[in-house]
Nanobody
């Protein structure tokens, strides 16, 4: 089992910045992918950014050049630096960890709200 705790959400003006953190604990495989998804009101949950244990990254087109994902492997923590925020970035942001392997599974955090005022 894996437990994910997110922090860093809040209210920010358009053009501002926020940094989200997600600390993972529990049974974490050597091969894993951590990342962030978001869900805006009335919309489906969508990918924001992913980072593997080997530090390969993947971003949604809508956040490329504005958001940066990184991780501290020793602390099992993933960060999302969000710059040049727009009103359309308003959503609940969820941390996700995928253990990759024969008995792998996907785990989700409870989410943290990011509100960008225009």
């Amino acid at each position: 089992q894996v437990h994910l705790v997110e922090s860093g959400g809040g209210l920010v003006q358009a053009g501002g910045s926020l940094r989200l953190s997600c600390a993972a604990s529990g049974t974490i495989f050597n091969t894993n992918v951590m990342g962030w998804y978001r869900q805006a009101p009335g919309k489906q949950r969508e990918l924001v950014a992913l980072i593997s244990n080997s530090l390969n990254t993947n971003y949604a087109d809508s956040v490329k050049g504005r958001f940066t994902i990184c991780r501290d492997r020793a602390k099992n923590t993933v960060y999302l630096q969000m710059n040049s925020l727009k009103a359309e970035d308003t959503a609940v942001y969820y941390c996700r960890l995928a253990n990759v392997g024969a008995y792998g599974a996907i785990y989700w955090g409870e989410g943290t709200l990011v509100t960008v005022s225009s």
